[in-house]
């Protein structure tokens, strides 16, 4: 009997997502014990014709990192949804856009200007864009298209599974595999990941306040942080109250504040939010002159609350009159 085949697949990303499956290291064997990888373009050399070969639905599982941002990454997030049994959102990027959904502050036309034209590191004779569309030695030659938004993967395309994580540990990875190759998987559409908050798996826990008081807020480098003290309560912006755990808290146990890669439990409908009310609710100050002086500390708090998930939130993206124009003229 063959076994189970499975793909993975790198959109808008870092790379970070496929270096977590190279982490495996040795348990990777146990993986290739169980199924057949059949397309992983980064790692090994696949061609999209390789894919397009297959029969609808031929392929067990796709993995697929990163968010979609280009007209290049639908058509393959769309060619691997009907080859694919499962599709798989792996990582913070395909889960909830990731750190490339920041560019939703923007509109498309924004970033090209700044990129190839504005950008001071660029020489005066550098600044042209790239066409979409040119000819070199008798060849047509096609640039994918920028889309006007970043999008999560299941704005694109439908998903079965979540595993979220910038990256997916090796262990939640090894876990998702396992479930999905189980006799009873988990119903469709769920996160492979617990759902409960950072906070009750961070081995600060028991020293964190019942009662905030925020006077300020201090960045990590600011302060000399003591590894044994909840971060909130020195001051720190920690994003554990408004994230799933299931990281086993690597980034406080490295004396660093949570950054919410493992976007929000299934009872948090905007993670951005969530945390904006749980610090702002716990500041000390009531006067608009004190309440600012402490907001002070957060001089980004779009890429601090909406790091990972700008693209799923409420806000989703920001629609200047510039970006309207750009929209309705294409």
Request: net charge negative.
């Amino acid at each position: 009997m063959s076994k189970p085949k499975i793909a993975f697949y790198w959109c808008a990303a870092c790379g970070g997502c496929e270096e977590a499956v190279v982490d495996l290291a040795e348990d990777i064997l146990g993986v290739l014990d169980a199924v057949d990888i059949v397309f992983w373009p980064v790692a090994m050399d696949f061609k999209k014709s390789d894919i397009t070969a297959l029969p609808d639905g031929a392929l067990f599982a796709t993995l697929l990192n990163g968010a979609i941002r280009s007209s290049e990454q639908e058509e393959m997030a769309q060619l691997l949804r009907r080859k694919s049994q499962h599709l798989i959102a792996y990582g913070a990027c395909a889960c909830h856009g990731g750190v490339p959904g920041l560019a939703n502050q923007f509109s498309r036309e924004q970033l090209l200007r700044f990129v190839y034209e504005e950008a001071p590191t660029l020489g005066e004779d550098g600044r042209s864009r790239p066409q979409l569309e040119s000819e070199a030695n008798g060849h047509e030659l096609e640039l994918p298209r920028l889309h006007q938004a970043v999008r999560a993967l299941d704005q694109v395309v439908p998903v079965d599974y979540y595993v979220p994580g910038c990256p997916p540990t090796p262990k939640l990875t090894q876990e998702a595999l396992a479930m999905l190759l189980s006799s009873n998987p988990p119903p469709r559409g769920s996160v492979l990941a617990p759902d409960t908050a950072l906070c009750d798996e961070c081995p600060r826990k028991s020293s964190k306040p019942s009662d905030l008081s925020f006077a300020g807020f201090r960045r990590p480098h600011e302060i000399l942080l003591d590894p044994e003290k909840c971060l909130l309560a020195q001051g720190v912006v920690c994003c554990g109250p408004g994230t799933r755990g299931g990281c086993g808290a690597l980034c406080v146990g490295g004396n660093m504040p949570c950054s919410g890669c493992f976007g929000p439990t299934s009872r948090v409908r905007d993670q951005g939010a969530k945390l904006l009310s749980s610090l702002c609710a716990n500041i000390a100050a009531k006067d608009e002159a004190g309440i600012n002086l402490a907001l002070d500390g957060i001089p980004d708090p779009l890429g601090t609350f909406y790091r990972y998930a700008l693209p799923h939130s409420i806000l989703q993206r920001n629609v200047s009159q510039a970006a309207r124009a750009e929209t309705l003229s294409l």
